[in-house]
């Protein structure tokens, strides 16, 4: 891996590229305005010409589509805080007009925001994949755990991205997310810049500060998986995360004051949703299977505000009455969504193919998280990848101590274990402080005022706490 290795240079007519890639430097952006719907904040956007193949840095350019709502304050502006979204595949672009920040943030920093190469209207990708594939990248073994419709669907969705996903697909990985995020530095002109990475966007994050340490400024990673095993360990984190989480909706669906109140003692709630989903599996409700129980949970799992909607559904299952309605996101979202999340986890690391393997995998994660059924170690689409992938970079300590870890202590997505990994990885380059609470997304995301403060101080000021920290 090159680091950037010269600033842009004038030395008697030679203009010296900006970055080692060899790509020349970014031209002006030109910003209008771009307002959110039911936002007042004044955003505004602009596009970044960034290269397809960062080893043809003078070749085929596509866009990536920024925004940002400038610093309240120009007096007291500190610099940039970019905002990297997760996923991977989510759209970050109108994150300034509807993220939470305190408003002294907003009086310091330039909040920037983005859609990442591929994603809603930064040159975005699709695979075209048949209706019974779109949206269904979660690979749900068969209520007997057997994993041969997985097989078939894994290569009928490669198949679809090596035929459809066009010339942009195989050049999208982290690593060249990355180069786009430094491209985007010049392009506002900036030396260092701060940023707050969520979910994936951590892994981007820490990429980011790996491959150019020295562009680095305040540096929060928010919700972090392990950097041991990159993106073949981004579906495995659910067996681990949502047993770490299950207590919390155990303990709410049985709380006497609880209007849908699922028991009487949070010991039982677990066996209920096993029976119920089980119950499913060999009998389907209308729009309800086993599988469907399972993801459900997964997905209400995220936060506190989802154990109300997923109670109703464990209601609906067990007493036979209407499902109600799963939100679906528009058909041409759900086709770029899934086309980056597949593409982005097969880019990045190269993928197991033995189907055996996977088999006796499924059957001991069945054995030992039923609540998750085997899906987060089953194959995928990596599998039968036509692309080659990229090499992962390896996360050290090696740079400087500037990088603030906020954690929840029972994340489903991203648990605590893996967390500790990547805080292993940085050595003295982070602190980390873990929070008491459940969910995926630690600041400003869970009303502790103890995490949310430390993260916020931090960004005011860059000094980091002396040691790790705990927020009851």
Known sequence: MRMVLLSALCLVGLAVPATASGAPPPGPLRWEPCPVAGSAEPQECATLRVPLDYRKPHGQEIDVRVSRIPAKRPDARHGVLLLIPGGPGSSGLNRPSTVDLPAELRERFDVVGFDPRGVGKSTPISCAMSPEDNGRTMPWPAPDGGIDANVAQGKRIADACRRNGGEVLPHINTKNEVRDLDRLRQALGERKLSYWGLSYGTYVGAVYATMFPQHTDRVVLDSTGDPRTVARGWLANYQIGVEDRFPDFARWAADP?????????????????????????????????????????????????GFEPFAKLMIAARDGSPVPPQPQPPEDVLQNTSAIAVSTICNDVDWPGSVKAH?????????????????????????????????????????????????NMRDPSTPLAGAREMRRALGDRARMVTVDSGGHGAYRANGNACGDDTVTQYLLTGQLQESDSFCP
């Open 257 to 305: 004051a609880n209007a849908l109140r699922l028991a009487d003692d949070p010991a039982a709630i677990r066996p209920l949703f096993l029976d119920l989903a089980a119950r499913l599996d060999h009998k389907p409700l209308p729009g309800l299977t086993g599988n469907g129980l399972r993801e459900a949970l997964l997905r209400n799992l995220y936060t506190d505000k």
């Open 359 to 407: 088999e006796r995998a499924v059957a001991e994660s069945r054995e030992r998280y039923p609540l998750t059924a085997g899906m987060p170690v089953n194959i995928t689409p990596c599998s039968f990848w036509p692309f080659e992938p990229v090499k992962p970079v390896r996360i050290t300590d090696d740079g400087p101590s500037n990088v603030l870890m906020v954690q």
